[in-house]
């Protein structure tokens, strides 16, 4: 079991992920530090998208549609081990490190509501289950799988329901997709 000042603290890291030490997890935001994150990009088998809801209460990006999960790493935690424990406990799911794929790196920096910033050297994970998620209601609203398609339609008619992030990790992961689905094609997974 992890301890509440170990859980409240991020990974500060430099451009090459390089840690520099850690800090409370609201100061780094307040002051826009640099710090590891971890985002999961979940598909069923028919190639759509497992979006969720983020829970009005969360601490910034409330309400707002994202991806199916997003967590800071704990120091000494792995980036699998991190996607894993939050797909757990924001998602109810149990998902399998051996079958995640890691897609790329990047970083980014935005403001965000309640005069926070996020500033994340995130890595993107894939991974492909046909569970239903049992979401932890103090973090997500509601969750939906959603075609391909149907995703693109929405973030082009409604993108200011869609966390900043899920946005740059959309575009960034296409490119990407295409190798892994078939998107133009019936949003099937090729086989």
């Known amino acids: 079991m992890t301890s509440n000042s170990v859980k409240n603290r991020v990974v500060l890291v430099d451009i090459n992920d390089n840690p520099l030490g850690t800090m409370e997890k609201m100061e780094a935001h307040r002051k826009g530090a640099m710090h590891r994150a971890v985002s999961v990009l979940v598909f069923n088998t028919q190639g759509e998208w497992l979006l969720h809801q983020r829970a009005k209460e969360k601490y910034h990006a409330g309400g707002l549609w ?4 997003c967590t800071h790493p704990f120091e000494g935690e792995a980036y699998e081990e991190a996607a894993c424990r939050r797909m757990r406990e924001e998602m109810g799911m149990e998902i399998s490190p051996a079958h995640l794929i890691c897609l790329f790196d990047f970083t980014y920096k935005v403001s965000l509501n309640n005069n926070l910033i996020e500033h994340e050297y995130d890595r993107v994970f894939f991974y492909i289950t046909d ?7 103090q973090e997500v609203m509601d969750w939906k799988y959603l075609s391909h398609t149907a995703l693109d339609k929405e973030i082009i008619l409604d993108s200011e329901s869609f966390t900043p992030w899920f946005k740059i990790i959309y575009q960034k992961a296409l490119p990407h997709l295409h190798e892994l689905l078939f998107l133009n094609s019936g949003d099937k997974i090729n086989q």
């Open 66 to 69: 994202t991806n199916a999960c």
């Open 131 to 137: 569970a239903y998620p049992r979401p932890n209601q």
